[in-house]
């Protein structure tokens, strides 16, 4: 048995790493993106297209659109993690 010297606080709350959250969340974004960029070389994929048109306005399965959509999805995934970790740490921890 645990001594209560050796149990966890629950008090303390846990607080997410915002350049860690924004960078994993900057990454999976641009996988995303590549993935629909493939998905677009395949006929018949239209809801990719409109997901590549979020990011750039050159042709779906060209290689600008590959480059800038990767480019500016990392941005963006970045963007929204790090805002996600920064209102999730400054929200209080619920009573238990």
């Known amino acids: 048995m645990m001594s209560s010297a050796m149990q966890p606080d629950r008090s303390t709350t846990h607080h997410l790493g915002v350049a860690r959250i924004a960078v994993t969340t900057g990454l999976a974004a641009v996988l995303v993106f590549v993935l629909c960029w493939l998905g677009a070389l ?23 659109a590959l480059a800038q959509g990767s480019c ?23 009573r238990v």
């Open 42 to 64: 395949v006929p018949l994929a239209g809801p990719t297209h409109a997901y590549i048109g979020l990011f750039t306005a050159a042709p779906a399965n060209s290689f600008v």
């Open 72 to 94: 500016w999805s990392l941005f963006f995934g970045g963007l929204s993690g790090g805002i996600f970790a920064a209102i999730y740490n400054a929200l209080p921890a619920p």
